[in-house]
């Protein structure tokens, strides 16, 4: 199985500040059709997940451009710019590369 | 607007069975894989499963490969997820998901317990 380590496990942050999250996998994400299959997930508190990236550096539909993806083929950035109350959270990269899909184990980005 | 609620979580003891439901709205259910996703109490996110847009092809993890049947009626527009022989190690809220997890449901809560 490939093995999503996320890094740091938690992280606080000033409003207006930037915050990034790295994402590393054990085996490369980049298929052969040019394409990297790691995703990026907001878990607000009592809710369910929500994308945020697609294929490393896609924006998801209403997502602000706060957000932005990018990487390589097995080290990924998740950066945020500007922290706002409402991106607190746990966020988590996931492959779907190949199954099994697997998950990072989360990051806590709580506010100072 | 896309929707998908799932149903059919509760309390159960271990070895028994239980079945939980999807229904979608708002997109051709037929034109998607979908899929399962759980997640423990206090714990992160794990696929569970998998099926094709015609549910021709089906995608477990091991740990309930031979246990968990995942299934679809597209003139439905729902999905299932046939749980037997459930241990405690099953206790979560299971997801619904499709379109590379871009959508998910409400989560339905899973315990398994005596």
């Known amino acids: 199985d490939i093995v999503m380590t996320q890094a740091p496990l938690s992280v606080s942050v000033t409003p207006g500040e930037s915050a990034s999250i790295s994402c590393r996998s054990s085996?490369?994400?980049?298929?052969?059709?040019?394409?990297?299959?790691v995703y990026w997930y907001l878990q607000k508190p009592g809710k369910s997940p929500q994308l945020l990236i697609y294929r490393m550096s896609n924006l998801a539909s209403g997502v602000p451009d706060r957000f932005s993806g990018s990487g390589s083929e097995t080290d990924f950035t998740l950066k945020i710019s500007r922290v706002e109350a409402e991106d607190v959270g746990i966020y988590y990269c996931?492959?779907?590369?190949?199954?099994?899909?697997?998950f990072g184990a989360g990051t806590k980005l709580e506010l100072k | 607007e896309v929707q998908l609620v799932e149903s059919g979580g509760g309390l159960v003891q271990p070895g028994r069975s239980l079945k939980l439901s999807c229904a979608a709205s708002?997109?051709?259910?037929?034109?998607?894989?979908m899929a399962w996703v759980r997640q423990a109490p206090t714990k992160g996110l794990e696929w569970v499963a998998s099926i094709s847009y015609d549910g021709g092809s089906t995608y477990y993890r091991d740990s309930v490969k031979g246990r968990f049947t995942i299934s679809r009626d597209n003139a439905k527009s729902s999905l299932y997820l046939q749980m037997d022989s459930l241990r405690s190690e099953d206790t979560a809220t299971y997801y619904c998901t499709y379109g590379g997890f871009a959508y998910w449901g409400q989560g339905t809560l899973v315990t398994v317990s005596s």
């Open positions: 708002g997109f051709t259910f037929s034109d998607y894989y």
């Open positions: 085996k490369s994400l980049l298929h052969s059709n040019g394409i990297t299959y």
């Open positions: 996931g492959q779907l590369l190949e199954n099994p899909y697997t």
